[in-house]
């Protein structure tokens, strides 16, 4: 589908913390609305990582087509810029079909790279240097990649998580490689205007108690479901230094070296899964274009995918 008046694909996308039922919700929106999913979660992209992504079952997509999900080796690198040159390719090939694109996903900065048409430097890569600095980060800690980064970038060293390690090393050696720094990179590139028009979705609770409460009880499922084998059996892979990254399986590894319980270890998992899903708000509470649906208002997903719906039917 396509505005009309603006000459623009409409796309919808559904944005919110880890927990808060996006992947649900973007399945009924794409089943009303003859849609197609492509995924905007930084750790669904992985293969083997199954149960600790929560990546969706065949049976809870109900049949539609879901997108950039499951397909990159644990081993292999997969940057903000790859994400973005694939999801818009999946945008015009849905939008080819006379179909609505529905991007579904946590990882704010796939988001509003996609979205708001971020345009990256083709040579800024240095593979060599990125060892280097990883290197650096793992021996002295990632304090030393925020001083460095400040030195020349201090908006993106204050605007990067401090334990985002690859993101800060993405940072500085998009400056060392490029002589500009990722914050007039960003501010250049939106000078392209984005070819979409966006209806955004966000999901979120009223009382956090709430939240926090349906991310505690999804750790437990996924325990259940056998993380602690699937865990084990990627730690295990020399070539596993995407799962040292990820909630849900790092916070494993000290059990498995016995060095706590695994009841101290779930809990580690509940605990940061909380304080990723803040980290998801404050990113996505910058965006003023995002319709929020609080949760606690509603009795059940079809009552959410009503109101959803209005939404887009209002946004046109």
């Given at each position: 589908?396509?505005?009309?008046?603006?000459?623009?694909?409409?796309?919808?996308?559904?944005?919110?913390?880890?927990?808060?039922?996006?992947?649900?919700?973007?399945?009924?929106?794409?089943?009303?609305?003859?849609?197609?999913?492509?995924?905007?979660?930084?750790?669904?992209?992985?293969?083997?990582?199954?149960?600790?992504?929560?990546?969706?079952?065949?049976?809870?997509?109900?049949?539609?087509?879901?997108?950039?999900?499951?397909?990159?080796?644990?081993?292999?690198?997969?940057?903000?810029?790859?994400?973005?040159?694939?999801?818009?390719?999946?945008?015009?090939?849905?939008?080819?079909?006379?179909?609505?694109?529905?991007?579904?996903?946590?990882?704010?900065?796939?988001?509003?790279?996609?979205?708001?048409?971020?345009?990256?430097?083709?040579?800024?890569?240095?593979?060599?240097?990125?060892?280097?600095?990883?290197?650096?980060?793992?021996?002295?800690?990632?304090?030393?990649?925020?001083?460095?980064?400040?030195?020349?970038?201090?908006?993106?060293?204050?605007?990067?998580?401090?334990?985002?390690?690859?993101?800060?090393?993405?940072?500085?050696?998009?400056?060392?490689?490029?002589?500009?720094?990722?914050?007039?990179?960003?501010?250049?590139?939106?000078?392209?205007?984005?070819?979409?028009?966006?209806?955004?979705?966000?999901?979120?609770?009223?009382?956090?108690?709430?939240?926090?409460?349906?991310?505690?009880?999804?750790?437990?499922?996924?325990?259940?479901?056998?993380?602690?084998?699937?865990?084990?059996?990627?730690?295990?892979?020399?070539?596993?230094?995407?799962?040292l990254q990820a909630i849900g399986y790092k916070e494993l590894i000290p059990y498995f070296n016995q060095k706590c319980t695994l009841d101290e270890a779930v809990d580690n998992i509940k605990r940061e899964s909380r304080r990723y899903a803040k980290r998801q708000l404050t990113w996505f509470r910058r965006n003023e274009n995002i319709n929020w649906i609080y949760?606690?208002?509603?009795?059940?997903?079809?009552?959410?995918?009503?109101?959803?719906?209005?939404?887009?039917?209002?946004?046109?």
């Amino acid at each position: 589908m396509i505005n009309k008046t603006e000459n623009k694909i409409s796309v919808v996308a559904v944005v919110g913390p880890t927990a808060s039922g996006k992947s649900g919700l973007g399945v009924e929106i794409a089943l009303r609305k003859n849609g197609e999913i492509i995924s905007a979660d930084s750790m669904q992209i992985y293969k083997e990582m199954n149960i600790g992504t929560a990546k969706p079952t065949e049976e809870e997509m109900k049949g539609v087509p879901h997108h950039l999900i499951d397909f990159v080796e644990i081993n292999q690198t997969f940057s903000v810029a790859d994400y973005v040159s694939l999801a818009s390719k999946c945008i015009s090939e849905i939008y080819e079909k006379n179909k609505l694109p529905l991007i579904v996903g946590g990882t704010g900065l796939y988001v509003n790279s996609l979205l708001n048409n971020i345009q990256f430097y083709e040579n800024d890569k240095d593979d060599k240097l990125r060892e280097e600095l990883t290197e650096k980060a793992e021996k002295e800690g990632s304090q030393v990649l925020v001083s460095e980064l400040k030195s020349f970038d201090p908006e993106s060293a204050n605007r990067i998580h401090p334990n985002n390690i690859s993101r800060l090393i993405r940072a500085i050696e998009i400056y060392r490689t490029t002589g500009v720094t990722m914050t007039e990179q960003i501010r250049k590139s939106k000078e392209k205007p984005a070819p979409y028009k966006v209806c955004y979705i966000g999901l979120d609770y009223k009382n956090r108690q709430n939240l926090y409460s349906k991310i505690n009880k999804r750790v437990d499922t996924m325990i259940k479901n056998g993380l602690i084998d699937e865990a084990r059996e990627i730690l295990n892979k020399s070539n596993s230094k995407t799962a040292l990254q990820a909630i849900g399986y790092k916070e494993l590894i000290p059990y498995f070296n016995q060095k706590c319980t695994l009841d101290e270890a779930v809990d580690n998992i509940k605990r940061e899964s909380r304080r990723y899903a803040k980290r998801q708000l404050t990113w996505f509470r910058r965006n003023e274009n995002i319709n929020w649906i609080y949760l606690d208002d509603y009795k059940n997903i079809n009552d959410v995918t009503f109101e959803a719906l209005n939404i887009i039917d209002r946004e046109g």
